[in-house]
């Protein structure tokens, strides 16, 4: 209970610029935290709802038909989150505007297919993905800059400390406030640097899941409907 007496004391005595780059920590670390639990939240529900997605993909294509796969399509909407069913719904939505929704292969036959489907498939990879991953470059930038920022109190709370030795003041008791504003600005830097950069490796690993994921059930969705058409 002491030490968390004096830790309070040492900020609420530093000098106001070390009090305003620790309230600018505080206020990157409290950021860095919000990004967190909305990524954790959102991943949990993607693969939750990836996971029943798959499992109703598997049961309607037991035997894929024209029929078969209007009801897939229609169904998809009840997976809001899974990135494979927004892929599928997209994938059809697209051949509904250029083509056939029933897939005709008179019509198919018009467009160079294969290389429309790839197009359809990467785009719509490509958009979801960096859309999905927008938040988490302020991930990153907090934990390569909170150190800096740290640093600067750092520095400064040394430069206070020195301060009172140039007036004569020398004792220990003169110096030890400076020194405390300096260590407590870079644990508070560290403090909100380091959270930031694992959960930033820790979410681009999610993001590869995901990705793999898509790629998947686009090679699957490809081969689908060529088979239908041939």
């Known amino acids: 209970m002491e030490s968390n ?20 920590l ?5 950021t860095s935290w919000a990004i ?16 029943e997605y798959q499992e109703f993909y598997a049961s309607s294509m037991e035997s894929a038909t024209n029929e ?21 719904m997209h994938i059809f939505q697209d051949l509904k505007k250029s083509a056939n ?4 292969k008179e019509l198919l036959e018009k467009m160079d ?9 990467s785009q719509f990879n490509l958009n979801y993905l960096s859309e999905i991953d927008r938040h988490r470059n302020i991930l990153a930038n907090i934990s390569t800059t909170a150190p800096f920022i740290g640093l600067l109190g750092t520095v400064l709370g040394i430069v206070g400390a020195f301060s009172g030795m ?20 870079t644990a508070v830097g560290l403090a909100a640097a380091i959270p930031a950069s694992w959960f930033f490796n820790y979410f ?18 490809f081969n689908l409907i060529n088979r239908m058409n041939h």
Not at 71 to 78: L, T, Y
Not at 101 to 104: A, I, Q
Not at 204 to 221: D, P, S, T, Y
């Open 101 to 104: 929704y029933e897939l005709k």
């Open 166 to 185: 140039s007036t004569g003041a020398g004792s220990i008791e003169s110096i030890a406030p400076g020194i405390a504003e300096a260590l407590v600005a």
């Open 26 to 30: 505080l206020v990157l670390s409290l």
């Open 68 to 88: 078969s796969l209007k009801f897939f399509v229609e169904n998809c909407k009840r997976f809001p989150r899974a990135s494979s069913a927004l892929l599928a």
């Open 5 to 24: 007496l004096d830790l309070v004391h040492i900020i609420l005595n530093s000098s106001w610029v070390v009090q305003s780059i620790l309230i600018l």
């Open 113 to 121: 297919f294969v290389n429309y489907l790839n197009r359809v498939i």
């Open 204 to 221: 681009a690993a999610k993001l590869k899941r995901v990705k793999v994921n898509l790629e998947n059930h686009g090679n699957e969705f």
């Open 36 to 51: 967190v639990f909305y990524y954790l939240s959102f991943y949990k529900k993607v693969f939750s709802d990836e996971k």
